[in-house]
């Protein structure tokens, strides 16, 4: 068996289904060992970037990692863009790209650059295959990415080894090792600081959604009656209409969802990962207690680290959750009524087609676990505070690396991974542009993806942070006067929206369609001030 094969199969063996990238001559021994694999595939596409974002998106969804491949020098720069985002928004992926081979690696040669230092600050290690150690390399490089926290890996395929032939390996699947418990003295200081405190606010995080943590956190806040925020993306661990749910850090009338956490004598963060948002950003003066897998990263000069509870996240909150106190002083019912001023602010206006009016009928046609990607910018901040999301996987965004870009390809991978399942995308014109090459790829595949674009003509969220600082608009319209929309790209078909009737009628075609389509809804910056970029604290 060559390298290639030897690589294509423990790939497989290891639950990878997919490979992404934009191929090279010297990668095609190995889609050639690929082709002739069953149960794992390549996927081409038009951006190396999109590799990553949809790598990422398969192990949110499934658990399972896949593979994201560039090319010597600038296929491999492309290919970090959607690699850091595995690494700020925590999830695993094995990263490859060709290398020239050892001879040669640090000569002078087209298109050669030192990939193992640029990829060294964005990936947890940097490898490289050799012909007897394929499985022993690609183990442990699978290994490493899954440990806490999980993130990518990148392994070197050197030039021409696909067809040398790989030696026998007898070494078993690799073992995750397990994330021990907190030590007992920060659980007894976590304990401690909990039964001082009258009015804790949970603050709730990624590693949380991670971990599967929604059942015993609401069980956590129900006994002791607690309300609970969320960062971004630990949207959908807590009902929006549970009487504990605050609302979302960071997004849209955030300072509204302040007047709670900012009342709070202690704030809990389980699993909150500040890759999202710093402590520092939104807390009050307060005690801090932090349960996760990695210490807290806190300013404490200012602030009290009252418990720094470091270990594995499922058994620290049980440990809370059985601390020997009553229940704390919180009235739930005017956190409600906060939360329903919140919700009532962002519904749609009566005759006005907004970006709320585009939420808003997008959320009425999709079923309730329809999943939503949605990319970067002013829209992203009414998603991450409106969009009623019923579990995690239900709306994908990326937050701790902020990638515009990611939403269109985010879709493609959640529509390979769960095809039962309805998908849509909403998309501002700017991160469209970036990605609108993977409409390629989606009707390649042939899926039945809904792209709400937004077009309003401009960078609307730094127009909109250049007119807070009293700045004008420079450098963020995208067209020109004469903008025409298109009818299609790449034979996806553009259904245009100026109106909710036409927009309503757009998206039930859409959806009736049996590949992707776009709906091209228009809107105005102008729609989103007052709503967004308010601060944290009320």
Known sequence: ????????????????????????????????????????????????????????????????????????????????????????????????????????????????????????????????????????????????????????????????????????????????????????????????????????VVALGISAVRWNLSEPVIAFAEKFNIPIVLTPMAKGMVPEDHASYTGVLAHALADQVGKTHQEADLIIGIGFDPIEINYEEWIPEVEVVHLDTCAADLDTTRYTLAADVVGNLADSLHKLRETDCEPKEWDLSVVAKRTERIFSQLEEVEGLFDPRCVLAGLREKMPEDGIMTCDVGAHLHLIGQTWKTPSPECQLMTNGCSSMGFGIPAAIAAKMCLPERVVACVVGDGGFLMMCGEMATAMRLNRNIVFVLLTDKQLSLIGIKQENKSYPIYGTPLYGDDYVSSNNFFGVPVLPARNKIEYSAALDDAFASSGPVIVEAFVKREDYQGLILRGNRS
């Open 1 to 200: 068996m060559n390298v290639a094969k030897r690589v294509a199969e423990t790939l497989r063996d290891l639950g990878v289904k997919y490979v992404f990238g934009n191929p090279s001559g010297s990668f095609g021994d190995f889609m050639e060992g690929l082709r002739q694999t069953d149960g794992i595939e390549f996927i081409l596409v038009t951006n190396e970037a999109s590799g990553g974002f949809m790598a990422d998106v398969c192990w949110r969804l499934t658990r399972q990692m896949a593979v994201t491949f560039g090319t010597f020098g600038p296929g491999a720069c492309n290919q970090t863009t959607g690699v850091v985002g595995g690494l700020l928004d925590r999830s695993p992926m094995l990263a490859f790209a060709d290398e020239f081979d050892s001879g040669m690696l640090s000569r002078t040669v087209q298109m050669n650059i030192d990939q193992e230092a640029m990829f060294k600050p964005i990936t947890k290690m940097q490898t490289r295959i050799a012909p007897n150690i394929v499985r022993e390399v690609l183990y442990q490089a699978f290994r490493i990415a899954s440990e806490e926290r999980p993130g990518p890996v990148y392994v070197g395929l050197p030039c021409g080894m696909g067809v040398v032939e790989s030696g026998e390996e007898e070494i078993p699947l690799p073992v995750i090792n397990e994330v021990r418990p907190a030590s007992d003295a920060s659980i007894r200081s976590m304990q401690e600081s909990f039964q001082r405190s009258r009015r804790p």
